[in-house]
């Protein structure tokens, strides 16, 4: 490097303050477009069950058949069983992929890695190790409401 | 002889060369018009209206018969619709066909009745080819035509000009406000729709300026005034936004000027 | 530090580099050079935020017809500072031209651009070709009425050039009408061919530059002034005398672009209908003259004459203004034809600017037609009464 002309204290404070001016200057492009870059939330999700092509329908549900859709909750699955309609969250908890319902062995399964689960959210099967959380659905007339289940 | 070069590359693109003139996009160009081969005049002046720039009419939009048949006598033939010049009883409802408006309140003011000769037709004060855009302008040649020295006149048409450059001075205030801070204030997106509806409220004004009538014309900027007040206040909210912008721009500068003494320093230095 | 330069030094033996490097930065440029020198680095600096606040865009914009203009009013309204960030691409691409020309008209009457610099200039060149671009094909992405029919009217003008005219158009626009395609096609030579083009002329501009030095004001015929001999007049390094300067007039040029992104934000317009022209469309200031020579001219000559004006503006140094003489003053001829041709454009303009509009002039009102003639607007009898 080539050798620096002899420094006194003004010297080192202009180019103190300089060297402030220029990373302050950079802080402030960085800054903004980082601000800019913040990811919009991503939305607050309904109370009611919701499909690709809008609100879901029980009537849509026939025996034994299911559906997923996106809510307040996250993505929930609903099955109709012969005493109603059972919710439970969708997203697998082993690698978050979404899981579908088998009518052949009434079972709950994640076409990703073969997880399995039963109505109640419990695991039959890994690589899943949490259950599915069982949520609180009801049919009204505006669609299929999901709630959190209330302990007992 | 490098020019005569150049120049035999040009001349055969020249071939195709077309001038642009002045014909509008969709619209016949004067030229073709075969009325105009007699009626030049007309046809040199149409030629500088709105209604021909802006690729609205023909001559037979009035006149009625054929502007693209050469033979004149067909041109004119009864199954044309030909009218020639029309009668003046007629000129508004021709106008009145797509200007319904003015027509309208025209007919309530004191030149309505046609059958009396002193009355003015639209194009008295409009021009029959040469149709510009209506100004405000145009009130101070045009009354003073047949009215001359009349003092009441006179200040009925000042009267009238001011409220009608009145209603516009507001309704630009009151857009330029808002096209000013619109790009400030994200949330004012949502109040657009208050402002056009004030705009479209005020806009009636100019057909009702044909009744000559200031009542009918202050009548509708009472109305006018109510809803740009509502605007107004939501402006108001927005105006806070400009000001935080303002003291950014002063501290961008003082930021600036700061660091290019600075540099300044650092230059005696070296 | 010494530690990661020794590392970088053992593998890439830097040294040799290095001292070149600081010999180009330090050798002392000739004594003239001044402020008005350092427009290039403001250049430099606009382009810079050019690219920053495009590759922001990028994440937001959507270049589909059906979702362009929407993604614009997103970034305006909901992404945040998403209107300062588009506001100052906009005033950058203003703030650009003007400096580009001011850039060249400096080289220009500094005789820059003679022997050895030949080189760079018609680099330089290229690169207002390049800028020019970069405002024609971005003007179109908006997707707004404005932006939508003077790209429309900006493209009728290749097709009449004979036999390869219609087809250059559709080839350009991807199609026999703006649409779609024409967006997508705008869209990557905007942000991708157009940068790559930039950064790669940029980079060798400024490396000749810098290899060269400033040019100084001698005869081309005489030997150039040696470092010592620059030194000796009084002539200053460009580091770190002259970039102290060129910091400055940066520092300067970020804030007219913030003040300007400030409080003039940018507008956008109604979205674009292809089905209905809305009245007096123009194209954006730097294209005017060339639009309004349209109007006066032969369509086939008009459209020939802003790539006869660029290659003129290559010619400059190989064949028009071959004397030796640099000062200004010293080639009157060449001097004068540059100021009126200036002129010649900047009327052109301003008359394209004023056609198709009715202004108040000194209490009368005035319609200036397409030609940019003035008519006064008043009224006569009517004729037709009977």
Same mark, same amino acid.
């Given at each position: 490097?080539?050798?620096?002309?002899?420094?006194?204290?003004?010297?080192?404070?202009?180019?103190?303050?300089?060297?402030?001016?220029?990373?302050?200057?950079?802080?402030?492009?960085?800054?903004?477009?980082?601000?800019?870059?913040?990811?919009?939330?991503?939305?607050?999700?309904?109370?009611?069950?919701?499909?690709?092509?809008?609100?879901?329908?029980?009537?849509?549900?026939?025996?034994?058949?299911?559906?997923?859709?996106?809510?307040?909750?996250?993505?929930?699955?609903?099955?109709?069983?012969?005493?109603?309609?059972?919710?439970?969250?969708?997203?697998?908890?082993?690698?978050?992929?979404?899981?579908?319902?088998?009518?052949?062995?009434?079972?709950?399964?994640?076409?990703?890695?073969?997880?399995?689960?039963?109505?109640?959210?419990?695991?039959?099967?890994?690589?899943?190790?949490?259950?599915?959380?069982?949520?609180?659905?009801?049919?009204?007339?505006?669609?299929?409401?999901?709630?959190?289940?209330?302990?007992? | 002889?490098?020019?005569?070069?150049?120049?035999?590359?040009? $001349?055969?693109?020249?071939?195709?060369?077309? /001038?642009?003139?002045?014909?509008?996009?969709?619209?016949?160009?004067?030229?073709? #018009?075969?009325?105009?081969?007699?009626?030049?005049?007309?046809?040199?002046?149409?030629?500088?209206?709105?209604?021909?720039?802006?690729?609205?009419?023909?001559?037979?939009?009035?006149?009625?018969?054929?502007?693209?048949?050469?033979?004149?006598?067909?041109?004119?033939?009864?199954?044309?619709?030909?009218?020639?010049?029309?009668? =003046?009883?007629?000129?508004?409802?021709?106008?009145? =066909?797509?200007?319904?408006?003015? @027509?309208?309140?025209?007919?309530?003011?004191?030149?309505? /009745?046609?059958?009396?000769?002193?009355?003015?037709?639209?194009?008295?004060?409009?021009?029959?080819? $040469?149709?510009?855009?209506?100004?405000?302008?145009?009130?101070?040649?045009?009354?003073?035509?047949?009215?001359?020295?009349?003092?009441?006149?006179?200040?009925?048409?000042? $009267?009238?000009?001011?409220?009608?450059?009145?209603?516009?001075?507001?309704?630009? @205030? #009151?857009?330029? =406000?808002?096209?000013? %801070?619109?790009?400030?204030?994200?949330?004012?997106?949502?109040?657009?729709?208050? $402002?056009?509806?004030?705009?479209?409220?005020?806009?009636?004004?100019?057909?009702?300026?044909?009744?000559?009538?200031?009542?009918?014309?202050?009548? %509708?900027?009472? @109305?006018?005034?109510?809803?740009?007040?509502?605007?107004? /206040?939501?402006?108001?909210?927005?105006?806070?936004?400009?000001?935080?912008?303002?003291?950014?721009?002063?501290? #961008?500068? %003082?930021?600036?000027?700061?660091?290019?003494?600075?540099?300044?320093?650092?230059?005696?230095?070296? | 530090?010494?530690?990661?330069?020794?590392?970088?030094?053992?593998?890439?033996?830097?040294?040799?580099?290095?001292?070149?490097?600081?010999?180009?930065?330090?050798?002392?440029?000739?004594?003239?050079?001044?402020?008005?020198?350092?427009?290039?680095?403001?250049?430099?600096?606009?382009?810079?935020?050019?690219?920053?606040?495009?590759?922001?865009?990028?994440?937001?914009?959507?270049?589909?017809?059906?979702?362009?203009?929407?993604?614009?009013?997103?970034?305006?309204?909901?992404?945040?500072?998403?209107?300062?960030?588009?506001?100052?691409?906009?005033?950058?691409?203003?703030?650009?031209?003007?400096?580009?020309?001011?850039?060249?008209?400096?080289?220009?009457?500094?005789?820059?651009?003679?022997?050895?610099?030949?080189?760079?200039?018609?680099?330089?060149?290229?690169?207002?070709?390049?800028?020019?671009?970069?405002?024609?094909?971005?003007?179109?992405?908006?997707?707004?009425?404005?932006?939508?029919?003077?790209?429309?009217?900006?493209?009728?003008?290749?097709?009449?050039?004979?036999?390869?005219?219609?087809?250059?158009?559709?080839?350009?626009? *991807?199609?026999?009408?703006?649409?779609?395609?024409?967006?997508?096609?705008?869209?990557?030579?905007?942000?991708?061919?157009?940068?790559?083009?930039?950064?790669?002329?940029?980079?060798?501009?400024?490396?000749?530059?810098?290899?060269?030095?400033?040019?100084?004001?001698?005869?081309?015929?005489?030997?150039?002034?040696?470092?010592?001999?620059?030194?000796?007049?009084?002539?200053?390094?460009?580091?770190?005398?002259?970039?102290?300067?060129?910091?400055?007039?940066?520092?300067?040029?970020?804030?007219?672009?913030?003040?300007?992104?400030?409080?003039?934000?940018?507008?956008? *317009?109604?979205?674009?209908?292809?089905?209905?022209?809305?009245?007096?469309?123009?194209?954006?200031?730097?294209?005017?003259?060339?639009?309004?020579?349209?109007?006066?001219?032969?369509?086939?000559?008009?459209?020939?004459?802003?790539?006869?004006?660029?290659?003129?503006?290559?010619?400059?140094?190989?064949?028009?203004?071959?004397?030796?003489?640099?000062?200004?003053?010293?080639?009157?001829?060449?001097?004068? *034809?540059?100021?009126?041709?200036?002129?010649?454009?900047?009327?052109?303009?301003?008359?394209?600017?004023?056609?198709?509009?009715?202004?108040?002039?000194?209490?009368?009102?005035?319609?200036?037609?397409?030609? *940019?003639?003035?008519?006064?607007?008043?009224?006569?009898?009517?004729?037709?009464?009977?």
């Amino acid at each position: 490097m080539s050798d620096s002309p002899p420094s006194g204290p003004t010297r080192r404070w202009v180019n103190a303050l300089l060297g402030l001016g220029v990373v302050g200057t950079i802080t402030g492009f960085a800054g903004s477009a980082f601000a800019y870059l913040w990811p919009a939330p991503g939305g607050a999700g309904s109370e009611f069950l919701v499909g690709k092509d809008g609100l879901l329908r029980a009537e849509d549900i026939g025996p034994d058949g299911s559906v997923v859709g996106r809510s307040r909750l996250g993505k929930i699955l609903v099955v109709r069983r012969r005493d109603g309609l059972v919710g439970l969250t969708a997203t697998c908890t082993h690698l978050g992929c979404t899981v579908a319902w088998n009518g052949a062995n009434g079972q709950v399964e994640c076409p990703c890695h073969g997880a399995r689960y039963n109505l109640h959210g419990e695991v039959l099967n890994g690589p899943a190790r949490e259950p599915l959380t069982i949520v609180s659905v009801t049919v009204e007339p505006d669609g299929i409401r999901v709630r959190p289940q209330l302990q007992g | 002889m490098r020019w005569l070069l150049l120049l035999g590359l040009v $001349l055969p693109w020249s071939a195709g060369a077309q /001038d642009m003139g002045d014909v509008p996009p969709g619209q016949v160009p004067i030229d073709d #018009v075969w009325c105009t081969v007699c009626h030049y005049q007309e046809g040199d002046e149409f030629a500088l209206s709105v209604h021909y720039q802006r690729g609205l009419l023909l001559c037979d939009d009035c006149h009625g018969g054929d502007p693209l048949e050469p033979d004149p006598e067909m041109a004119k033939a009864p199954d044309t619709g030909f009218i020639g010049k029309p009668a =003046r009883s007629g000129i508004a409802d021709i106008c009145a =066909r797509c200007h319904s408006g003015p @027509a309208e309140f025209f007919a309530l003011g004191p030149h309505a /009745d046609p059958a009396n000769p002193d009355n003015p037709s639209c194009i008295t004060c409009h021009q029959n080819h $040469l149709v510009v855009d209506a100004t405000l302008a145009l009130m101070d040649t045009a009354c003073a035509f047949c009215h001359v020295g009349d003092a009441a006149v006179v200040a009925q048409v000042e $009267l009238i000009q001011a409220t009608l450059h009145e209603a516009e001075q507001r309704l630009y @205030a #009151v857009e330029s =406000r808002f096209d000013s %801070l619109q790009g400030i204030d994200a949330g004012l997106r949502r109040s657009r729709g208050m $402002l056009v509806g004030a705009g479209a409220v005020l806009r009636q004004i100019d057909p009702r300026t044909h009744a000559l009538d200031i009542n009918l014309m202050d009548e %509708l900027i009472t @109305a006018f005034d109510e809803e740009a007040e509502a605007v107004g /206040d939501v402006l108001d909210e927005s105006e806070g936004a400009r000001q935080r912008r303002r003291w950014a721009v002063g501290g #961008v500068w %003082l930021f600036v000027a700061a660091n290019v003494t600075l540099l300044w320093l650092k230059r005696r230095q070296v | 530090m010494q530690r990661l330069w020794d590392w970088f030094d053992e593998r890439l033996h830097l040294a040799p580099l290095w001292d070149v490097l600081q010999e180009n930065l330090r050798k002392p440029s000739p004594r003239h050079v001044n402020w008005l020198f350092t427009m290039g680095s403001a250049l430099l600096l606009l382009l810079g935020v050019q690219l920053l606040t495009g590759v922001l865009l990028m994440v937001y914009y959507k270049p589909s017809g059906r979702e362009a203009f929407a993604s614009v009013e997103a970034i305006m309204y909901e992404v945040p500072l998403g209107g300062l960030t588009r506001s100052a691409h906009n005033w950058g691409s203003h703030l650009i031209v003007i400096m580009a020309l001011l850039h060249m008209f400096r080289v220009f009457f500094y005789g820059g651009y003679k022997k050895p610099r030949e080189l760079t200039w018609i680099i330089g060149v290229g690169l207002l070709a390049v800028i020019l671009g970069f405002g024609f094909t971005g003007y179109l992405l908006p997707w707004d009425q404005v932006a939508y029919w003077g790209t429309v009217v900006a493209t009728e003008a290749p097709a009449s050039i004979p036999v390869v005219g219609p087809i250059t158009r559709e080839f350009m626009i *991807g199609g026999n009408e703006v649409a779609d395609a024409t967006l997508g096609r705008f869209y990557v030579v905007h942000v991708f061919l157009l940068p790559l083009a930039l950064m790669g002329m940029v980079g060798l501009h400024l490396f000749l530059i810098r290899y060269q030095g400033i040019s100084s004001l001698r005869r081309t015929d005489e030997p150039e002034p040696t470092p010592a001999q620059n030194l000796a007049d009084g002539g200053k390094p460009f580091f770190p005398h002259h970039f102290l300067k060129d910091s400055a007039t940066i520092y300067v040029t970020l804030g007219v672009l913030v003040t300007l992104a400030l409080l003039y934000p940018a507008h956008i *317009g109604t979205p674009a209908d292809p089905l209905s022209t809305p009245a007096g469309i123009k194209p954006e200031w730097y294209f005017l003259p060339a639009y309004q020579l349209l109007k006066y001219v032969p369509e086939v000559v008009g459209v020939n004459m802003p790539p006869l004006l660029l290659l003129i503006l290559v010619l400059m140094p190989l064949a028009i203004d071959t004397s030796p003489e640099r000062h200004p003053g010293r080639r009157p001829r060449v001097v004068t *034809g540059w100021i009126v041709t200036s002129v010649l454009i900047l009327g052109l303009g301003i008359l394209g600017h004023l056609s198709e509009t009715t202004r108040m002039v000194l209490g009368t009102a005035y319609h200036f037609d397409v030609k *940019g003639m003035p008519h006064v607007v008043e009224i006569t009898d009517g004729e037709g009464q009977d």
